[in-house]
T-cell receptor, first 112, second 115 residues
Framework: GENVEQHPSTLSVQEGDSAVIKCTYS??????FPWYKQELGKRPQLIID?????GEKKDQRIAVTLNKTAKHFSLHITETQPEDSAVYFC???????????FGPGTSLSVIP | DTGVSQDPRHKITKRGQNVTFRCDPI?????LYWYRQTLGQGPEFLTY????????KSRLLSDRFSAERPKGSFSTLEIQRTEQGDSAMYLC?????????????FGPGTRLLVL
């Protein structure tokens, strides 16, 4: 069945360092890969997404890479700040308007 | 507030009772999704709609769960004969629908506790 794995489950970095979260997916029909940030007690919020027709996308301090052949995609956060501390979820779906399957999440802590 | 709204925000019920949750999507969003999230886990897909049509229901979803979107606007999720394992955050999301490039926007969720 459809499955998304995510590593690491927890990540602690010093403020200003980079953070990398990696995901793999099983469904070869997946073409849409969003990343969500969820702060404690709040709803998931989209921070960036990538579609299978591109290999990389960047938005300020956040970048995502996709290797569709290997079914891997990653989130890179540079120059981390304490407000980046949250749980991050990767997800995969056929399109942006189909269901998405979420990974189990990565709890990121940025230490001032 | 023009975002996705959910009601109630919190619900405490006793095992065996029925509960119903409501979701109001962003105006003119054709697709509406229900997910369930337990502590420390990612949201788990339950079901989704295109207007009033239910497109898919998770195979993992018990027959005690039913969802409707009768007029293609708001949706309800009903859980019959609740069990303690149903305790979770129930998240609703909406998106513009087919052909759109926009993603799903989540509501604040309904937190259910079954005693």
């Amino acid at each position: 069945g459809e499955n998304v794995e995510q590593h690491p489950s927890t990540l602690s970095v010093q403020e200003g360092d980079s953070a990398v979260i990696k995901c793999t997916y099983s469904d070869s029909a997946s073409n849409y890969f969003p990343w969500y940030k969820q702060e404690l007690g709040k709803r998931p919020q989209l921070i960036i997404d990538i579609r299978s027709n591109v290999g990389e996308k960047k938005d300020q301090r956040i970048a995502v890479t996709l290797n569709k052949t290997a079914k891997h995609f990653s989130l890179h956060i540079t120059e981390t700040q304490p407000e980046d501390s949250a749980v991050y979820f990767c997800a995969a779906g056929e399109t942006s308007y189909d269901k998405v399957i979420f990974g189990p999440g990565t709890s990121l802590s940025v230490i001032p | 507030d023009t975002g996705v709204s959910q009601d109630p925000r919190h619900k405490i019920t006793k095992r065996g009772q029925n509960v119903t949750f409501r979701c109001d999507p962003i105006s003119e969003h054709n697709r509406l999704y229900w997910y369930r999230q337990t502590l420390g886990q990612g949201p788990e897909f339950l079901t989704y709609f295109q207007n009033e049509a239910q497109l898919e229901k998770s195979r993992l979803l018990s027959d005690r769960f039913s969802a409707e979107r009768p007029k293609g606007s708001f949706s309800t999720l009903e859980i019959q004969r609740t069990e303690q394992g149903d305790s979770a955050m129930y998240l609703c999301a909406s998106s513009p629908g087919m052909g759109g490039k926009e993603t799903q926007y989540f509501g604040p969720g309904t937190r259910l506790l079954v005693l």
